[in-house]
């Protein structure tokens, strides 16, 4: 198991000047630029410390909000690409449905690969629907869009021979020639988020990295369904490394420390879901699936509703910006306590979802300083990691159904060859 640093680098001082909505709409004249310049600062310098700690390094983006000052992941990359020599340096990431030219990002990534000296990992996300008006974009087929930007993506950077021309549905190019090629071979690896089987399928068929945020539940289930998915391709078990789980980790001397470091940490969740009601599920975004689930459930929208409710093992459903800490443990949303607390939680959780091999953990968020930010990073790295890192898991839910899938596989391969 490889645990990434990962910080939303909110803006906490902001976080009473609207109760209706911190994203969007709330004027930037909110925003001290001394203040944000030490914020900006500082969390770069608690990412830098990963190189030293032996942890690698998360970074995302959000746009047009208090919760994360992080508008561009691609920025704070291309400094840590150079302040770090170690770390693996992980963008999850970009939303490229919303990004009008897709190639850009291929010349983004490529550049930074080279100065990291292919240390870098690109994740691509459908972003979440808020970030629909910031970037002015369209949310119906927002999905055959992403897909499309990431073929292409991918293409320009593995393109050796000269320009290609494309012609797709949403973007257009007659020379698609990046300079310069990544350091990596064809290109870095590529993770892609998800909250649902049906993208952790598709996920599978392109054999990425697949990741999801702070349900143990959602987590089991995705990633049964990329391991099927592998198994009915049939392709040999995919193996942890392949998957990836973001929590909230407070690690203290005491129970109560830990705990009182997650719960500041916990300000990420109760702060990021304050939006305008329009901006919060744009026809279109969601499914129809999503959206008649999530009135079944009683929430709003198939849109953000799912980010904030989160379903416990006995079926139970417990909203995450008003659950105490204890339930949020036991749903896997946080690891809180001890050293010998938080690894016994996370060996829980890699039993349950059947083996996780990338671990993102939140060691920062909300109001956490500085101070207890480093002791977090600290304990977590000096006491936790080493014991995590062999950690398998007892076994793989629902084997059987895999391993059918297998033989079936087989079959027709078998089949096919006569």
């Known amino acids: 198991m490889r645990a990434w640093f990962f910080s939303e680098s909110a803006y906490p001082d902001a976080w009473d000047k609207d ?22 600062n500082r969390h770069l310098d608690e990412w830098a410390m990963c190189d030293d700690l032996g942890l690698d390094i998360m970074l995302n983006e959000h746009h047009s909000t208090a919760t994360c000052l992080t ?92 320009p290609f021309n494309w012609e797709g549905r949403y973007f257009n190019y007659r020379q698609v ?20 089987p049906s993208t952790g399928i598709e996920v599978a068929r392109r054999q990425h ?4 945020v702070l349900s143990q539940l959602n987590a089991k289930n995705l990633y049964h369904a990329y391991r099927l998915e592998t198994a009915r391709m049939g392709l040999a078990d995919p193996g942890t490394d392949r998957f990836g789980y973001l929590a909230l980790v ?49 929430q709003t929208s198939g849109g953000v509703g799912a980010h904030f409710q989160v379903t416990m093992k006995n079926g139970r459903q417990i909203s995450q910006a008003t659950a105490s800490v204890a339930e949020l443990v036991d749903a896997g949303v946080c690891f809180a306590g001890t050293p010998d607390q938080v690894v016994a939680q996370i060996k ?23 101070k207890d930010t480093v002791k977090n990073l600290t304990l977590f790295s000096r006491e936790v990691l080493p014991r995590i890192q062999k950690l398998q898991a007892t076994a793989t839910p629902a084997m059987d159904e895999i391993e059918t899938a297998r033989r079936q596989a087989a079959k027709g391969n078998l089949a096919a060859a006569k």
């Open 19 to 40: 109760p209706v909505s911190l994203r969007i709409t709330l004027p930037s004249s909110h925003i001290d630029r001394d203040v944000a310049a030490d914020l900006l």
């Open 71 to 162: 508008s561009s992941c691609t920025l704070p990359l291309a400094i840590l690409a150079r302040e770090t020599k170690k770390s693996r340096l992980l963008v999850l990431g970009i939303p490229i449905a919303n990004r009008t030219d897709p190639v850009r990002v291929g010349e983004e990534m490529s550049y930074i690969d080279l100065v990291s000296r292919g240390r870098v990992e690109m994740g691509f996300v459908k972003g979440i629907p808020y970030e629909i008006a910031a970037a002015n974009s369209q949310p119906v087929r927002m999905m055959d869009r992403f897909w499309e930007a990431h073929d292409l993506i991918l293409k320009a950077m593995s393109t050796r021979d000269g």
């Open 177 to 196: 020639n990046t300079w310069p090629r990544p350091y990596q071979e064809p290109h870095p690896r590529v993770w892609i988020t998800s909250g649902s």
């Open 209 to 212: 990295n697949v990741a999801t």
């Open 250 to 298: 407070g690690v203290g001397d005491t129970q109560e420390e830990g705990e009182r470091f997650v719960k500041q940490v916990k300000g990420y969740l109760e702060t990021t879901g304050i939006v305008a009601e329009p901006f919060t599920n744009p026809p279109g975004y969601a499914s129809q699936a999503a959206n008649v689930q999530a009135l079944k459930k009683g």
């Open 348 to 370: 829980t959780f890699n039993d349950y979802v059947g083996g996780c091999g990338n671990l993102l953990v939140m060691l920062q968020g909300g109001t956490l300083n500085h």
